[in-house]
């Protein structure tokens, strides 16, 4: 079972990189507007730009300080979503969408054994036609490039460190964050993080995929190219 963001939700936006132009246009391949769901929509950035797009946009996270953080961006770009609070194995939905989503790492969250599960009620939310857009972290990202690394930045108002730690026996990677943010009279203060991220192998996914009923439109990596030995990011768009 995943577990939400505490503190990261305050700084998602400043430290993490996303090509989230790069994920709309492969959702508005097929559909320009429509009932769409981001999972794992954190601070809501492609929350965001689907309702700028046309969309009507639910948005789920398990973070109550991530959805803070949407909630209060969306408000200020007058962009009308459905923030809730919701594990995304059990999210809810009255009518089937059109577009489901789940961009910048939201799989790697889940175990391969939650993955069963959680692609069949993807699948089960989609209309005839409708199309699951989404991508994960690869195994090589993981465990050669994050793997047992240290990471630090040094900015104005905002210190971190961000250790990773490889767990090879569940293919996972424990992070663990600490930032020291500078407060308005020059203190420092402290608060932790910790996460672990899931990698899964292209061939799982599509395995998966396929048998819960999906059929595989396209599979790309973060440079627009058929995935490689050494690709960081794989998008995947499937139909219902």
Known sequence: MYSAYQVLGKFYDRLIEYPYQFALSL??????????????????RFSMLLAEQ???VEASDLSGEMLQEGMTNASKRMLKILFKKENALEF?????????T??????NYLTDEELKSFFPRVYSALIEGGRFVF??????????????ELYYEDLE???YFWQNTLRKKD?????????????SQGLYIRSDECQRQYSHTLEYILEISRQCGFKII????????????????IFFILEK
């Open 171 to 183: 293919n996972s990677v424990k992070m663990e964050l600490t930032f020291f943010e500078k407060n």
């Open 102 to 107: 789940a961009t910048s790492d939201g799989i």
């Open 135 to 148: 991508d994960m972290s690869t195994r090589y990202k993981l465990t050669e490039i994050l793997g047992n």
């Open 54 to 56: 046309g969309f009507t």
């Open 27 to 44: 959702v508005t391949q097929k559909h320009k507007s429509g009932k769409a769901l981001d999972l794992f929509c954190g601070t809501g």
């Open 218 to 233: 396209n599979v790309l990596d973060e440079k627009n190219r058929a995935p490689k030995a050494k690709s960081e990011r």
């Open 157 to 159: 108002d905002l210190t």
């Open 92 to 100: 809810a939905f009255s009518s089937p969408f059109d577009v489901i």
